[in-house]
Nanobody
Framework: VQLQASGGGLVQAGGSLRLSCAASGATFSRYYMGWFRQAPGKEREFVAAVSWSGIVVKYADSVKGRFTISRDNAKNTNYLQMNSLKPEDTAVYYC?????????????WGQGTQVTVSS
């Protein structure tokens, strides 16, 4: 499966962004989808994940209540709605796909989209 992330940009603290991840090359509805991020000088970390049905979701504690993951299987796309953004959310965000479950492992990765939150 090929993944294309988009929607990143520069936003002020408190603002919102919606990231999209378009999938192709496989049956999208079979895959669990996740979002990860990597800030400069830090390791990649888990942000959120959604099951193939969209019913089961999981979030990192740092984004709970602010971020919402969803998917539209008819459009082969999943989304990460990010509200109340903080400077510490600044990172490159990657979408990922896997078959094992919301906890991964994730075998397929998109190219990343930069999110910068200014204070």
């Amino acid at each position: 499966v090929q993944l294309q992330a988009s929607g990143g940009g520069l936003v002020q603290a408190g603002g919102s962004l919606r990231l999209s991840c378009a999938a192709s090359g496989a049956t999208f509805s079979r895959y669990y989808m996740g979002w990860f991020r990597q800030a400069p000088g830090k390791e990649r970390e888990f942000v959120a994940a959604v099951s193939w049905s969209g019913i089961v979701v999981k979030y990192a504690d740092s984004v709970k209540g602010r971020f919402t993951i969803s998917r539209d299987n008819a459009k082969n796309t999943n989304y990460l709605q990010m509200n109340s953004l903080k400077p510490e959310d600044t990172a490159v965000y990657y979408c990922a796909a896997g078959l094992a479950g919301v906890l991964g492992p994730y075998n397929y990765w998109g190219q990343g989209t930069q999110v910068t939150v200014s204070s």
